[in-house]
Every structure is written in C-alpha cells, then in structure tokens.
C-alpha cells in the first residue's frame, strides 16, 4: 500500500456525509486535505475533526469558473494535486415524473453531474503532468441500477456519472491518471432527509456508515499506482431493497 504522506486530496462535498468520511479518513492517512463544500460552517466543523492542516475552500461545484480557480489555486499553495473525492450531490424531495419540477430537475443535474465533471476536467492537466492521479467518482447503487426511489434527475445523473468516469480511464490511463467511480447502496447521510418517505433511525444504524465510505476511499488512495479499480459498488448487509423483495416472496400466512 502506498505511503500517502505529504501528497494533496481536494474532496467535494467535504460538509457532510461521505465527502465528510472520506476527508478525514484521508487526513488521518497523512494526506494534506482541501474541503471543498457550500457552508462554510460545516467545513469548519469537519476542518476540526481532520489531522494536520486541512485547507478550506468554499464551493458551490456548479459554477465552472469557481471550479477552476479553486483548482488552480490548490495546485498554487501546494505545488501538486493528488487524488480528487468528487462528493458534492444532492436529491430533492418532489423527486419523480409526476411532482419533480424543471428547476429541481436542473439543480440535480448542474451539482451531481455537471459539478463532477467540472472537478474532473479542472484537475486532469496537473494530474497528467505529474504523471500520476487518482479520481474517486461518488456514485451511488442509483447509477447501475434504475430505481423509483431515487428519481429520474438523480438516477440518470448517476448513470452518467459512470460512463464519464470510465470515459477518464479509457482516455487518462497512459498518463498514469486513473478514476474509480464508488457506487454506494444506502448511506446514513443527511441526503435521506431528504427522502418522500422518513428513514427511521433504526434503519439507518443498519445502513453503511459515512466512516465506511471513508475507509474504503482511504484503500483506493492507498493502492499502488498501477492498480485501478474502475469501480466499486458498497452496500448494506441489511440491504432494505433485496429485505422487501425477499418479504415478497415469502408465502402468505392464513
């Protein structure tokens, strides 16, 4: 595994959630740490909970411009740029055919797809000049498998989401860049609130944990340079879409 002391992670989404994990999971590996997110409270309170000297930088990830000068400014202050978590995503309530709206239907698609794709493009120059980088796509179980539950905006942004991620692989390999997109099945985020339908706290202690996701970005940051993993999908044991199909199946008690 490599030793990732001193190299540079910029992570999207850094606030809450599986940016959250995955920055401290990070740190904790040696790595010198930008937060990227909207809030910059939130950024703040995960800033604390990261070792070392974590960098901020506020975001909103659908904004081109910003995206590259904050791209430009961490290749500026620390002279390099190693691995990109691209994090940054939302769902919103009123999410399907028949109540989602055109300017929610725009919001999905600018953050969890035109935002990645922005971190993507910013960062691929120094990355191929460096002759070395790694991307981390955060994906989801919505972007291999089509669900009602996560809409249309957000299941096809995360499908679109893949086929870009595989798109850098095909084109960036032979400059020693490589991307992984991870594919979670239910994470315990704040985006469940978001959810048509609550999610008790009893099912969320059986999901995956945003530290979970953390650690698995951690492993990807740490594997040889010549080892991709194109991508990786994680879900929970307790997997509440194969608990109601299993429960379909059973036969009815008289």
Not at 25 to 49: H, N, P, W, Y
Not at 93 to 121: M, P, Q, S
Not at 212 to 228: K, M, N, S, T, Y
Request: hydrophobic residues 45%; charged residues 25%; aromatic residues 4%.
């Amino acid at each position: 595994m490599r030793d990732l002391t001193g190299k540079v992670a910029w992570v999207t989404g850094a606030g809450t959630g599986i940016g959250e994990g995955g920055a401290i999971a990070l740190a904790e590996a040696g790595m010198q740490v930008v937060l990227s997110g909207r809030r910059q409270d939130k950024l703040e309170q995960v800033a604390d909970r990261c070792a070392g000297e974590p960098g901020i930088e506020v975001l909103d990830v659908a904004d081109k411009d910003a995206v590259n000068a904050v791209a430009r400014r961490i290749v500026a202050d620390y002279g390099r740029l190693d691995v990109l978590v691209a994090s940054a995503g939302i769902n919103v309530k009123e999410r399907n055919w028949h109540n989602v709206t055109l300017e929610d239907w725009d919001d999905v698609i600018r953050i969890d797809l035109d935002g990645a794709f922005y971190c993507c493009k910013a960062v691929l120059p120094t990355m191929k000049a460096q002759g070395d980088g790694l991307i981390i796509n955060i994906s989801s179980w919505a972007g291999k498998h089509v669900s009602v539950v996560t809409g249309p905006a957000y299941t096809a942004a995360k499908h679109a989401m893949n086929a870009m991620n595989e798109s850098i692989n095909m084109e960036a390999c032979t400059y020693g860049v490589r991307a992984c997109a991870i594919c979670p099945g239910e994470v315990a985020t704040p985006i469940l609130d978001n959810r048509p339908i609550p999610v008790s706290d009893e099912d969320r202690e059986k999901m995956v944990q945003a530290e979970d996701c953390g650690e698995v970005i951690r492993f990807l940051a740490q594997l040889p340079a010549h080892v991709c993993i194109n991508d990786l999908t994680i879900s929970p044991t307790w997997n509440r879409g194969y608990v109601a199909a299993a429960r379909a199946q059973l036969p009815q008690e008289h």
